[in-house]
């Protein structure tokens, strides 16, 4: 599976701005993985959830939250997941790959993520084995999900990528 087209523009765009900056144009917006949605939701889960995968007590329900909004929290949400990542990882990474990890971990966690297999094939530099490794986590609640499964699949190839010819 390669990653959608207009997801595809938009991290080719983003490519030269760092990974802080390809993960926001990964998970926001309308062509984001995360699917923006303006309104709060339960997700698979059963969490309450909004914008860009946002969760915590501060949504607000029946509430239509704007473009900005959504922006502001997800660049606040990714933060977390950027500091697990560099203080975790101690291999060498290329900016497709912090990405990729960035948006695991906001998916995941970072108690998931420093417990995983895949950090340890990272850190033992085993980079294609890590990219992997994202296929076995498309489960939420015991139950195998579509959308995690294509979530993964797109993340494993922005890891997997050495150039923006590979997405």
Known sequence: MAIFPPLRKRLIAAA???????????LGGH??????????YKDIAGVWT????????DIIQ?????????DTLLRQDLLPARRAVE????APLSDY??????????N???????QSTLLHKLNAGDRKG?????????????????GLQNRREMERVLCLAQSSHDL
Do not use: M, N, P
């Open 130 to 146: 890590a990219c992997e490794e994202l296929r076995r986590w498309v489960y939420a609640g015991g139950v195998k999900w579509r």
């Open 50 to 57: 909004v914008c860009d995968g946002h969760t915590g007590a």
């Open 97 to 106: 790959q912090r990405a990729a990890l960035y948006s695991f971990v906001f």
């Open 16 to 26: 030269g701005a760092g990974a802080f900056a390809l993960t926001a144009a990964f």
């Open 62 to 70: 029946g509430k239509t939250y704007s473009d900005r909004e959504c």
């Open 108 to 114: 995941v966690g970072e108690t998931a993520f420093a």
């Open 31 to 40: 062509d984001g993985i995360e699917g923006r949605r303006y309104e709060a």
């Open 87 to 90: 203080s975790l990882v101690t």
